[in-house]
């Protein structure tokens, strides 16, 4: 049975020796601030004293430590060790841990003359390390003449081009190598596409020119009502120009001999007419061949003999011609031939 004090017990700085803490399975109920018990628990065994608001273990809540990744060492009780464990590339020593030497002789590599060469390992690191020469030189092929050898650090590659056939430009470590804008060619030059020429003149200065197409179009450009003459004039030096024409004015073909009056040009089917006349009755016929001239030759032929016929010809107006025999020529038997002249 234990005795009950009901009153602080002060030892006086006196040691109390082979005391036991008391033992208990609980926590103390209603306990004050700095009291303490051994939990005899089995599986706790630990000694806690009350903060005022809770019970807390005095002997802390780290049971072990535990070597992890890379670690060696550890323990459940008394001064424990870890130690790190040395890997690829890795050495582990007593007072640091330090990369590996790979080998690689310290050192600057790679020159103006010659690369760095490198073997990087799976971990990152450059197991070894040299240079290799470069050349200096670079050679120029040609397409004709011979080729040409420029140093490099030395020599100056430059790019030129041919006056007015080919122009170069170096900007922002570009080169630009075009036409200029007024292009000459010395020598021949095969298009193997369409050729468009936007301008508003071309000069073809050739003896000769020869033209695969069969219809050549003049005033392609035109749309609308038409109103433009096209044709072809021949430059005939000291001479004056001769030209042959659409006229778009009278639509029809034109030509000149003296650059300024033209003569039109009349097919056989406006300036000539036939027909035959004739009913065995009437000796006077109005034949209108409506050719827009008196400036007409009339001819007369007997349709069954061929001979020449004769008769009275009146141009009564620039379409119409007035026939008159002396007999009455039978039915359809004399033939008419009218031509336009000019």
């Known amino acids: 049975m234990a005795l009950s004090y009901l009153t602080d017990i002060n030892l006086n700085k006196n040691e109390l020796q082979n005391a036991v803490i008391q033992n208990l399975g609980t926590a103390p109920s209603s306990p004050v601030e700095g009291q303490i018990y051994y ?136 080169i630009q190598i075009g036409l200029p804008n007024n292009v000459t060619v010395g020598g021949n030059l095969i298009i193997s596409g369409n050729l468009t020429v936007s301008g508003t003149t071309t000069t073809v200065n050739t003896e000769t020119i020869n033209l695969a197409d069969n219809i050549i179009l003049l005033n392609s450009n035109a749309t609308g009502t038409p109103s433009e003459n096209s044709g072809i004039e021949v430059e005939r030096g000291d001479s004056t120009n001769v030209s042959l024409r659409w006229n778009e004015g009278s639509d029809i073909w034109e030509y000149t001999k003296d650059g300024s009056n033209f003569k039109t040009i009349q097919s056989i089917q406006e300036s000539t007419f036939a027909a035959n006349v004739g009913d065995g009755s009437a000796t006077s016929y109005a034949v209108d061949h409506n050719l827009g001239s008196r400036d007409v030759i009339v001819q007369l032929y007997d349709a069954s003999s061929y001979d020449t016929v004769y008769a009275d010809v009146v141009r009564t107006t620039a379409n119409r011609v007035t026939l008159t025999f002396g007999a009455a020529p039978s039915s359809n038997d004399i033939r008419i031939l009218v031509s336009k002249i000019g």
């Open 39 to 174: 939990d005899s628990t089995v599986g706790d065994k630990s000694i806690y004293f009350y903060n005022g608001s809770a019970f807390i273990n005095m002997s802390g809540d780290i049971s072990g430590v535990t070597a992890g990744t890379g670690l060696t060492g550890g323990g459940t009780s008394g001064a424990v060790t870890l130690n790190v464990i040395g890997g690829t590339g890795i050495t582990a020593n007593a007072d640091d841990i330090a990369i590996t030497n790979t080998g690689v002789t310290a050192a600057s590599y790679g020159s103006s003359t010659a690369i760095p060469v490198i073997a990087i390992n799976a971990q990152g690191q450059i197991t070894s390390a040299s240079t290799a020469s470069i050349s200096s030189s670079l050679t120029i092929a040609a397409d004709s003449g011979s080729n040409d050898t420029v140093t490099v650090g030395t020599d100056t590659l430059t790019f030129a081009g041919t006056s007015n056939e080919i122009e170069t430009t170096v900007s922002n470590n570009q």
